[in-house]
Nanobody
Framework: QVQLVESGGGLVQAGGSLRLSCAASGRTFSNYVMGWFRQAPGKERDFVATISWGGSSTYYADSVKGRFTISRDNAKNTVYLQMNNLKPEDTAIYYC?????????????????WGQGTQVTVSS
């Protein structure tokens, strides 16, 4: 079992930055592929970014490529999402998730563990 707790969300103006953190506890964090997803009001949960267990491989949704960066610190059991040049359409609840094994996944069905989410609101 892995417990995930997100933090770092908030209200920011368009063009601003936020860094989300996801702290993991339970089993060995470095065994898991980590991902970030988001869900806007009235919409389905969408993939944002994923990172391999060692951090050498990453993959991003086209909508955030070049603006968001996913990283992890296995010594701190934490995965991060640095979000720059935020846009109003980035407004959503952001979730981190953990998947067993593999390299990187963009399919939410591959992730077994989920956090409760953190709200990000970008004003225009």
């Amino acid at each position: 079992q892995v417990q995930l707790v997100e933090s770092g969300g908030g209200l920011v103006q368009a063009g601003g930055s936020l860094r989300l953190s996801c702290a993991a506890s339970g089993r060995t964090f470095s065994n898991y592929v980590m991902g970030w997803f988001r869900q806007a009001p009235g919409k389905e949960r969408d993939f944002v970014a994923t990172i391999s267990w060692g951090g050498s491989s990453t993959y991003y949704a086209d909508s955030v490529k070049g603006r968001f960066t996913i990283s992890r610190d296995n010594a701190k059991n934490t995965v991060y999402l640095q979000m720059n040049n935020l846009k109003p359409e980035d407004t959503a609840i952001y979730y981190c998730a953990a998947a067993d094994g593999g390299t990187i996944y963009r399919n939410s069905g591959m992730y077994r563990y989920w956090g409760q989410g953190t709200q990000v609101t970008v004003s225009s």
